[in-house]
């Protein structure tokens, strides 16, 4: 077996597993969310069942509400995505 130096061992350890550990992917099981629209499309399927609108089908960024194919028009809560996307 080659012998491994110290210094090997590091640089092994930063190149392989610092990335990881940068980017939360290494000990975190959740996804991450890029941009407003998939937080609006994960959230607005379940707000729209929840309301017994159907499916979620669009985001009106003008009056801050989702639109359901039930036509069903929850309001996007202060301090959400209002203005972002």
Known sequence: ???????????????????????????????????CMDLLVECG??????????????YNPRFCTLECSGNIWPKVPNGGLQGQC
């Open 1 to 35: 077996m080659l012998p491994i130096s110290k210094m090997q061992l590091v640089v092994f350890a930063v190149v392989l597993i610092l990335p990881a550990l940068q980017s939360g992917g290494f000990l975190s099981g959740t996804a991450v969310h890029l941009d």
């Open 45 to 58: 399927e379940t707000e729209c069942l929840l309301r017994g609108g159907g499916k979620f089908k669009d």
